[in-house]
């Protein structure tokens, strides 16, 4: 795995053979996945006309279908690294929150933590796509239905009851937070008591409030979220410039830096900074969910005994695979062994 070179940088490469270890002792890790479930669902069309009423094309429906996404898709990525993991969060009495449970029940996850909760609609992201008969498919118009209030007192008291029980069983817990209201300040404050109490592997990956986290043992922000975040604290410039000033912010052990193209940066306490090119092809085919994938991965390979330069190796081949693949997709012990051996 090849690195940037830079004054100021390590090197992060991690061998084939403890790959293959570490992807061993990561199946069966107890990862307790917490965070705003969301369906994807993908409308297709083929482009027949443009319609007389508006200038608008006329799709003839040719189906749809549901996908995992958000928290959801976590799920199905810590599923699909072999972990033993139990979905915590919040779904409506809707098609598409009965879609989510079956799609976890089918990869293994335990649903015991997902509350349905009469009155709220599941968020519902619908990607509507055409093309022409001999043409791939492009979005061309995406319906959020999302609720960002915070959860009714009955629903916010059974996630928390979920929380606490995962808490005690997990190895390691992923906080997937999407700002769609499923965790209160009351519920960070608690988490942060935690972390700082107990030696649990914690992972947070959060869309908008990353400075409320604390004492977690990796962020892994993208540019954007963390320019927010170092904007926050008064910080100008590029984030991976204040990189090291967020995860002190934090109190974070670690903090891994998603960068799209330009690969990911880990700053860890005490260490110099790590950065990582892209693994595989800078072109990617659809980043969608990506972010999820290194969550997902970082956490079972800490869990598993992984350092963070380690975790954020793996994670940064996860991510390269699963963007050369459709909609927010999952990756394997099987692929990210031979994408590191080729």
Same mark, same amino acid.
């Given at each position: 795995?090849?690195?940037?070179?830079?004054?100021?940088?390590?090197?992060?490469?991690?061998?084939?053979?403890?790959?293959?270890?570490?992807?061993?002792?990561?199946?069966g890790k107890k990862l307790a996945v917490v965070g705003d479930l969301v369906a994807d669902l993908?409308?297709?069309?083929?482009?027949?006309?443009?319609?007389?009423?508006?200038?608008?094309?006329?799709?003839?429906?040719?189906?749809?279908?549901?996908?995992?996404?958000?928290?959801? #898709?976590? *799920?199905m990525n810590g599923a699909a690294l072999g972990g033993n993991v139990r979905a915590i969060g919040?779904?409506?009495?809707?098609?598409?929150?009965?879609?989510?449970?079956?799609?976890?029940?089918?990869?293994?996850?335990?649903?015991?933590? *997902?509350?349905?909760?009469?009155?709220?609609?599941?968020?519902?992201?619908?990607?509507?796509?055409?093309?022409?008969?001999?043409?791939?498919?492009?979005?061309?118009?995406?319906?959020?239905?999302?609720?960002?209030?915070?959860?009714?007192?009955?629903?916010?008291?059974?996630?928390?009851?979920?929380?606490?029980?995962?808490?005690?069983?997990?190895?390691?817990?992923?906080?997937?937070?999407?700002?769609?209201?499923?965790?209160?300040?009351?519920?960070?404050?608690?988490?942060?008591?935690?972390?700082?109490?107990?030696?649990?592997?914690? *992972? *947070?990956?959060?869309?908008?409030?990353?400075?409320?986290?604390?004492?977690?043992?990796?962020?892994?922000?993208?540019?954007?979220?963390?320019?927010?975040?170092?904007?926050?604290?008064?910080?100008?410039?590029?984030?991976?410039? #204040?990189?090291?000033?967020?995860?002190?912010?934090?109190?974070?052990?670690?903090?891994?830096?998603?960068?799209?193209?330009?690969?990911?940066?880990?700053?860890?306490?005490?260490?110099?900074?790590?950065?990582?090119?892209?693994?595989?092809?800078?072109?990617?085919?659809?980043?969608?969910?990506?972010?999820?994938?290194?969550?997902?991965?970082?956490?079972?390979?800490?869990?598993?005994?992984?350092?963070?330069?380690?975790?954020?190796?793996?994670?940064?081949?996860?991510?390269?695979?699963?963007v050369t693949k459709h909609g927010a997709a999952t990756t394997n012990a099987g692929e990210i062994?031979?994408?590191?051996?080729?």
């Amino acid at each position: 795995m090849s690195v940037w070179p830079s004054a100021a940088s390590g090197q992060a490469v991690i061998s084939s053979s403890r790959a293959s270890q570490l992807l061993q002792l990561m199946r069966g890790k107890k990862l307790a996945v917490v965070g705003d479930l969301v369906a994807d669902l993908y409308v297709m069309g083929e482009t027949s006309r443009i319609s007389r009423e508006a200038p608008v094309l006329v799709l003839r429906y040719e189906g749809e279908e549901y996908r995992p996404g958000g928290a959801a #898709n976590a *799920v199905m990525n810590g599923a699909a690294l072999g972990g033993n993991v139990r979905a915590i969060g919040c779904v409506g009495a809707d098609a598409a929150g009965a879609e989510l449970i079956r799609m976890f029940r089918k990869v293994g996850a335990d649903v015991t933590g *997902v509350v349905v909760a009469a009155g709220r609609p599941t968020a519902t992201k619908t990607r509507v796509l055409a093309g022409g008969r001999h043409t791939s498919r492009q979005q061309v118009i995406r319906i959020d239905r999302v609720e960002t209030a915070a959860l009714k007192p009955v629903a916010e008291q059974a996630v928390r009851r979920h929380l606490t029980a995962a808490l005690k069983w997990a190895d390691a817990v992923l906080i997937s937070d999407y700002g769609l209201g499923l965790l209160s300040d009351a519920a960070l404050r608690g988490l942060a008591s935690t972390f700082r109490r107990r030696r649990l592997v914690s *992972v *947070v990956d959060s869309r908008r409030r990353l400075l409320a986290f604390r004492n977690m043992t990796m962020a892994t922000p993208n540019e954007e979220e963390g320019e927010q975040a170092a904007s926050a604290l008064g910080a100008a410039g590029p984030a991976a410039k #204040n990189g090291e000033r967020l995860r002190q912010r934090l109190t974070a052990r670690s903090l891994l830096l998603t960068r799209g193209g330009e690969g990911m940066s880990l700053f860890e306490k005490g260490r110099p900074a790590i950065h990582l090119a892209v693994h595989g092809t800078k072109d990617a085919t659809d980043v969608t969910g990506a972010g999820d994938t290194v969550a997902s991965c970082a956490a079972l390979a800490m869990a598993a005994g992984a350092s963070p330069s380690e975790a954020a190796s793996l994670a940064n081949v996860a991510a390269g695979i699963v963007v050369t693949k459709h909609g927010a997709a999952t990756t394997n012990a099987g692929e990210i062994l031979a994408a590191l051996r080729g």
